[in-house]
């Protein structure tokens, strides 16, 4: 079975642009997570997704937002880029179930300049 | 305010010996704790998990142990490997929110030959 998929893999953009990452979870998997891994603060949840619908949000600005399609793909966006945006963006697929292991992908590595 | 916390950011354990890493939260809330190992440039990889109706899970080389009344959890690994040498990251989760994790700030092991 194929794992987590992210792309791209590096990305470079200059403030104020905006940047949209993509997520193809583990077939079969409906739920997919965002996170952003910093030096300083570590790994932080972002936003799930469920069902095409966000089932769980963490505290980021409005700047950050995704969505998902209907084959459990994901996608994130984050807009008006600041330099601070600068991280590895993970994203993690789990099955159903109260209590799933989440599974990982190799994730975006986002700079901003 | 970091809910899961690792006070240990680097550990040196010789070949063989038994690794123990810890890992402290705050959240009574939490109810599933997980263990991720992560090489760099690579997302985390599930380790092993437990939920709070245990206070032992094992599976082969790990085993973690859950001390709620002291909302303290470690992770055992016997014997240690060269391969082990990697981050370690605890996680959280509170009920009905599995997807969405908590993490620690990691622990670098270091299994020396």
């Known amino acids: 079975k194929a794992g987590v998929t992210q792309t791209p893999r590096y990305l470079i953009k200059t403030r104020g642009q905006q940047v949209t990452l993509s997520c193809s979870p583990i077939s079969g998997h409906r739920s997919v997570s965002w996170y952003q891994q910093t030096p300083g603060q570590g790994l932080q949840f972002l936003f799930e997704?469920?069902?095409?619908?966000?089932?769980n949000k963490g505290n980021f600005p409005g700047r950050f937002s995704g969505r998902q399609f209907s084959n459990s793909r994901s996608e994130m966006n984050v807009s008006t880029l600041e330099l601070g945006d600068s991280a590895l963006y993970l994203c993690?697929?789990?099955?159903?179930?109260?209590?799933?292991?989440?599974?990982f992908g190799p994730g975006t590595r986002l700079t901003v300049l | 305010d970091q809910q899961v916390k690792q006070n240990s950011p680097s550990l040196s354990v010789q070949e063989g010996r038994i690794s123990i890493l810890n890992c402290d939260y705050t959240n009574s809330m939490f109810d599933y704790f997980l263990w991720y190992k992560k090489y760099p440039a690579e997302g985390p990889t599930f380790l092993i998990s437990i939920s709070s109706i245990k206070d032992k899970n094992e599976d082969g080389r790990f085993t973690v142990f859950l001390n709620k009344s002291a909302k303290h959890l470690s992770l055992h690994i016997v014997p240690s490997q060269p391969g082990d040498s990697a981050v370690y990251f605890c996680a959280a989760s509170e009920t009905g929110t599995a997807s969405k994790l908590t993490f620690g700030t990691g622990t670098r092991l270091q299994v020396t030959l």
């Open positions: 997704y469920f069902s095409e619908t966000q089932r």
């Open positions: 993690a697929s789990s099955g159903q179930g109260s209590y799933n292991e989440q599974f």
